[in-house]
């Protein structure tokens, strides 16, 4: 698989801005997508089908991913996919790990839920009332001078702090990280660093481990999937595998270079799509920035 990527950062003290990521993809597409050619020894003209993401996503973003693989598809005369993007790194996670039918744990920047696969849907056991986990995580960095993505920043420092209490928020199976964030940062400007990134991610991360086992609990599944760009974080598939552990369930965690958005996600849901006979995309079709996890139907399984 040629995994190619050139990720956005926006400027140092900014969260991203939409038109300048979707700029960024616009500039980046045609080299991305050569690279990609020349790592896999392929020509253009060998690709049977072509996939993007339509959903959910920030709309200017998506909206070049649309343009440029109708593009391509309408030229080649080849059918073309418009996948969902949260059940792209869940399939990448399936994929690669051989999980057959876990709990999944998806956490990214925009996302954090609780999924499993129940009558051809993933459906919903918990998720986040407010922000995901990676923004939540972003937002604290960026408000103490860290480099962006936060995660892995506070990842580092985290390894030598030492615990202080954060409020912890689960209500019911869903979760709240802003008011985490909002106390993260007041004791940011008292405390050590290093403590309050330690104490934010064994905090959030502890919710999320809690809500995953009373999903895995009430499922009477036997695995959980650790999937999205924040399942790269190493204190988390800890914080898993011991859950899972104790609960004598299989615990696996996607690879750490199909963690982050990347294309080869979104081009096996692609594959997938194809293979269980899903309509094409057409140039009457559009985006869809809202398209939930649990609207997709799940026919390929």
């Not at 604290?140 to 962006?148: D, P, S, Y």
């Not at 965690?253 to 849901?269: C, E, F, K």
Request: hydrophobic share 40%; net charge neutral; with cysteine.
């Amino acid at each position: 698989m040629a995994n190619i990527k050139d990720v956005y950062k926006p400027e140092k003290g900014w969260g991203i801005k939409p038109m300048d990521a979707a700029n960024h993809h616009k500039l980046l597409c045609h080299s991305i997508l050569n690279s990609a050619l020349e790592k896999a020894e392929k020509k253009i003209e060998d690709i049977d089908i072509f996939s993007f993401s339509q959903g959910p996503g920030l709309p200017p973003c998506l909206q070049v991913g649309k343009d440029f693989s109708l593009s391509l598809a309408q030229k080649m005369k080849k059918p073309l996919y418009g996948v969902n993007h949260p059940v792209a790194h869940i399939e990448i996670g399936k994929l690669t790990t051989r999980a057959k039918d876990p709990v999944i744990l998806y956490v990214s920047g925009g996302n954090t839920q609780v999924t499993s696969l129940v009558d051809k849907k993933y459906r919903i056991f918990g998720e986040t009332e407010d922000i995901g986990i990676g923004n939540a995580l972003d937002k604290f960095a960026r408000e103490v001078g860290l480099n962006f993505p936060g995660g892995p920043e506070i990842e580092k420092l985290a390894l030598q702090g030492k615990y202080i209490e954060l409020p912890y928020v689960v209500k019911g199976m869903d979760l709240s990280f802003t008011g985490i964030v909002t106390d993260a940062l007041r004791k940011a400007k008292k405390e050590k660093l290093e403590d309050v990134c330690l104490s934010l991610q064994e905090t959030c991360f502890a919710m999320l481990a809690e809500v995953t086992e009373r999903a895995l609990a009430h499922s009477g599944k036997e695995e959980v999937l650790l999937t999205g760009g924040v399942a790269a974080n190493k204190r988390l598939q800890e914080m898993l595998e011991i859950m899972c552990k104790e609960r004598g369930a299989k615990f696996y965690s996607v690879p750490h270079v199909y963690a982050m958005d990347n294309g080869t996600m979104i081009s096996w849901l692609g594959v997938l799509a194809h293979k269980s006979k899903q309509k094409t995309f057409g140039e009457k079709n559009d985006i869809n920035p809202t398209w939930r996890t649990d609207e997709v139907d799940v026919n390929w399984v």
